[in-house]
């Protein structure tokens, strides 16, 4: 029997998971939600910030994790690196759209930036789909680009 708080914990984690996944609000191009079940996996985060001070580069890697969703990879990540804390907004019918990392916002009206997010293995280019359903691979490297380029999204099917 698990005591302490990790018992409730994950189970408040999957009751939410569930509901959210009945809902209709994590989606994942046709596959199964991976909520906390996935198989182990091993993925790193960067978080770039090109465009204003104070820049920064920063690396996450995640070893030996549940495979899930993106937001959830994002808020382990937070917890074992402070600097990548991060804030978002969830857009009806779209999910998560990530604004911050490490305090740092785009600002598309200000100066054109935004975060980006893609994957650094050939192949993979940009996310087409967002933190709520991108479901990284093993040994992928995610990357999330605060930047005021343009960048081709042409590989996604809605661009």
């Known amino acids: 029997m698990m005591t302490g708080y990790t018992y409730p914990f994950c189970a408040v984690l999957c009751l939410l998971f569930m509901e959210v996944s009945i809902s209709g609000l994590l989606v ?5 939600p991976c909520s906390l079940c996935g198989s182990p996996i091993d993925v790193t985060l960067t978080a770039i910030n090109e465009v204003r001070e104070p820049r920064f580069n920063f690396t996450v890697n995640l070893r030996q994790t549940a495979q899930r969703e993106l937001i959830l990879l994002l ?3 937070a917890e074992a690196d402070g600097r990548f804390n991060f804030t978002v907004s969830y857009l009806k019918g779209l999910g998560f759209f990530v604004e911050k990392i490490n305090h740092q916002v785009g600002d598309w ?28 691979d093993h040994k ?11 960048l081709s999204l042409s590989r996604c099917p809605q661009v």
């Not at 994942?28 to 199964?32: H, K, L, S, V």
């Not at 893609?118 to 789909?129: F, L, N, R, V």
């Open 28 to 32: 994942n191009d046709g596959r199964q």
């Open 109 to 136: 009206a200000k100066d054109r930036s935004w975060w980006h997010t893609y994957s650094e293995q050939p192949g993979y280019g940009a996310h087409c789909e967002g933190v709520s359903s991108y479901v990284p």
């Open 75 to 77: 808020q382990e990540a």
């Open 140 to 150: 992928e490297s995610v990357v999330f680009l605060l930047t005021n380029r343009t």
